[in-house]
């Protein structure tokens, strides 16, 4: 047999997509799992799609879509997102789907990076891949609100960086940037001489804060630095999403190259759902406000429940997902622990790391659902375990003492004075603070971690400012709930109420356990803090506040 090409064997299948099919071969499953709209298609656009086919009007169209059509879409967009284009930049394609892969294919080389969120939708990398460019995902942490950290991009950018892609409202996070954040993103894009390709298919759905189109900003979709591409859909906003009807809005100038590609590709979108959608922009847009009132409420109800049973959650700005924080339960691995909580709870919900590495330890809810399924859901979420941090009471020195040493030495080799350092929970505590995870149902001692008292510091690795930990350490017994995670959000939380403007902290070279945990909390190596004399090999982390 001839060989495939290369690039297909590091096409990444979707771990949503899974999850779908298993939750299909059974029964009595509650579908949390897919972002599909459950509100009906306008009747109206409805109608216009079936005339257009009873007419047998069914030709092809030209490669950009019927006249009638760009020309609705070049007025939806000056009104619904201030953006000011004509119809030779406005291209209907075959969903947002392909809009995004037409625009990715006339920006990128084989071998070009492109900076997708993380996490993020799963086509941006999938088409990376399609292209034999190489996805590098941009981390959009809890501690920063999901927002993009600049100065962290900036870090990412290489000569080989030609597009960073922008989702806003978020499809997994729900999260919606604001004015500051996107005109942020354009100005680095033009600092770095990159193009823009800004996913707002979930437009039409905020709460509170109000979606900013990228093209709207200052210069961008009229100046002459115009490096936008945006792309939009019929298929969350009209509920449209077998019609396959998107648009991909460019900067001027591109429409020889995009009549050839779309020629090649697909020629043209069917022409009955052009009809439809020709309709659904330009018709009674009631159905899109009912929409939008049903998702906002389904949020707002299953907020208020995941609050009610102490579970983490991004609070929803806009889109219909609600992401939430399962690490208590899923012990590093939320795609299996998404699969049993199919297969046990009957409930399939989207695992957080099927959007990249960021969304370990998350799941994401489609609220676009019957809002007793969606509350259903969540009420089968295990039990978040209860815990109390407080400081060690002189009657706990001792199990403190052991339970610090057990820790340690179940992952690493500890001897001679570190060991005798690890047990020393009397002296810490006479000297500084030593902090305990209890849990608050059974008294347990899970964890420990130790800070320097007000205005004091530990040793030398904190300076002026800097809030130092250290000694955190969690029971064996108790991994896995998301102790570690609580203790260091603890001392961050500690840090900013005392005027901290950063956290650090030094550890074993062999403690990767840890070092994940305070990666995926935000914090970044500090090599010029590594290694002090007299002192094993170290690594040494700090996190700005
Ligand atoms: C962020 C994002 N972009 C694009 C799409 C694709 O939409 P379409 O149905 O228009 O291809 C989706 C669908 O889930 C999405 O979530």
């Known amino acids: 047999m001839p060989r495939l090409a290369s690039h297909t064997d590091s096409v990444p299948p979707s771990g949503i997509r899974r999850i779908f099919e298993l939750a299909q071969s059974l029964d009595d499953v509650i579908a949390l799992v897919i972002g599909e709209p459950d509100v009906p298609a306008d009747p109206a656009t409805l109608d216009a799609g079936s005339r257009a086919w009873l007419a047998d009007d069914t030709d092809y169209t030209p490669n950009g879509g019927i006249p009638e059509l760009r020309e609705a879409i070049v007025r939806a967009v000056a009104e619904h997102n201030g953006i000011l284009t004509d119809p030779e930049r406005v291209w209907v394609t075959n969903g947002a789907t392909q809009g995004l892969h037409l625009a990715m294919g006339l920006l990128l080389d084989p071998g070009d990076e492109v900076l997708v969120p993380d996490p993020g939708y799963t086509t941006f990398t999938m088409n990376a891949h399609l292209l034999s460019a190489t996805a590098v995902p941009y981390p959009l942490r809890p501690e920063n609100a999901f927002v993009p950290d600049l100065a962290e991009l900036g870090r990412l950018v290489t000569d080989r960086t030609r597009v960073i892609i922008v989702n806003s409202p978020s499809n997994p996070l729900g999260a919606v940037f604001d004015r500051p954040t996107m005109q942020g993103l354009l100005d680095f894009a033009r600092e770095h001489d990159l ?73 043209c979108i069917n022409t009955p759902a052009q009809r439809a959608v020709v309709v659904a922009l330009t018709g009674s847009q009631q159905s899109v406000t009912d929409a939008a009132a049903h998702y906002r409420e389904n949020l707002a109800e299953a907020t208020a429940a995941l609050r009610e049973r102490g579970i983490r959650y991004l609070d929803p700005a806009g889109a219909f997902y609600l992401w939430v924080d399962v690490s208590y339960a899923s012990r590093g691995d939320v795609a299996e622990w998404a699969e049993r909580f199919l297969l046990e709870q009957r409930v399939a919900v989207a695992p957080g790391s099927a959007f990249g590495r960021m969304g370990e330890g998350w799941i994401r809810f489609c609220a676009a659902a019957a809002l007793d399924d969606l509350l259903e859901g969540i009420r089968r979420l295990p039990e978040p375990p209860r815990t109390e941090i407080r400081l060690v009471r002189p009657d706990e020195y001792e199990a403190v003492s052991r339970q610090r040493f057990a820790a340690y030495a179940h992952d690493y080799e500890i001897g001679g004075e570190y060991a005798e350092n690890v047990r020393a929970v009397e002296m810490h505590a006479t000297v500084a603070e030593v902090w305990v995870a209890v849990d608050s149902a059974t008294g347990d001692l899970l964890g420990s971690v130790t800070l320097p008292r007000p205005g004091e510091a530990l040793t030398e690795l904190g300076r002026e400012g800097e809030l130092e930990f250290r000694l955190l350490a969690v029971d064996p017994g108790a991994r896995g709930r998301g102790v570690g995670r609580q203790l260091t959000e603890f001392v961050l939380d500690t840090a900013r109420s005392r005027g901290a403007t950063r956290v650090v902290m030094n550890s074993g070279t062999d403690m990767v356990v840890a070092h994940r945990l305070y990666e995926s909390l935000g914090f970044a190596r500090m090599p010029e803090r590594e290694n002090p004399p007299g002192v094993e090999p170290t690594r040494a982390y700090g996190l700005d506040l």
């Open 195 to 267: 193009w823009v390709i800004s996913d707002e298919v979930y437009e039409r759905f905020t709460y509170g804060t109000a979606h900013v189109s990228m093209a709207s900003l200052a210069g961008a979709g009229t100046g002459d630095d115009d490096r936008v591409f945006t792309v939009f859909s019929a298929s969350k906003t009209y509920a449209l999403t077998g019609a396959r009807v998107g648009w991909l809005l460019t900067p001027s100038g591109f429409a020889p190259l995009l009549r050839s590609a779309q020629e090649a590709m697909i020629s």
